[in-house]
């Protein structure tokens, strides 16, 4: 069976579409989800990027672009009014997560409450409530995200990301080609059908 790749941050608005809409083209083409979360900051520090954003007439457009993009796919979108959102406690917990065997979960929760809800998730006490209601032990998690062997599995991650290639997010990966980019996805399909 074909297997596809997505390296992703919650604070990334692409990522949010990008993950969203992979469900959909992993559907259509029978193929797995290798969920792969990192910490876009540290890729960013890494290799020497920033985010499109950083740039006024780039990031006015983009989010144009991002909301033609959740209207084609039929996704909520909503722009988060604390953006850009510190990430390291939550992708601290997407380790957690996957530890607990609960990424895809604690990923949709967290996704949408930064892309879809506007919740504030810098505030512990907002992402706390918000894995309550997902089902998810809030408390295990705020114990988890303290861990040094999460602090240090998430800063492995970071380097895996770098070591294969990848500089932003969402990153895709069908076997060893990449695509980066939410709008990179028919390609991604295509490779995943054999197209």
Do not use: C, H
């Not at 879809?116 to 995200?145: S, W």
């Not at 040094?148 to 895996?160: C, N, P, S, T, W």
């Amino acid at each position: 069976m074909a297997s596809v790749e997505i390296w992703y941050d919650f604070g990334s608005p692409a990522s949010y579409l990008g993950y969203w809409e992979l469900k959909n083209v992993a559907e259509r083409t029978g193929a797995d989800i290798d969920y792969q979360p990192m910490l876009l900051g540290g890729v960013f520090q890494a290799v020497g990027n920033t985010s499109p954003a950083s740039i006024a007439a780039k990031g006015k457009w983009l989010f144009g672009d991002l909301s033609n993009y959740a209207a084609k796919y039929g996704l909520p979108f909503a722009m988060n009014p604390n953006f850009p959102v510190n990430t390291l406690a939550l992708m601290r917990g997407a380790i957690v997560a996957q530890r607990r065997d609960e990424l895809v979960a604690y990923s949709d929760a967290m996704f949408n409450a930064v892309w879809r809800d506007e919740k504030d998730m810098a505030d512990i006490a907002v992402v706390g409530a918000t894995l309550t209601e997902a089902g998810l032990d809030a408390q295990a998690y705020g114990e988890g995200m303290q861990d040094q062997a999460i602090k240090d599995a998430l800063k492995a991650q970071v380097e895996r990301a770098v070591a294969k290639g990848v500089f932003g997010a969402p990153t895709f990966f069908v076997g060893e080609q990449m695509w980066w980019g939410q709008d990179r996805l028919t390609w991604v399909e295509e490779a995943l059908s054999g197209s």
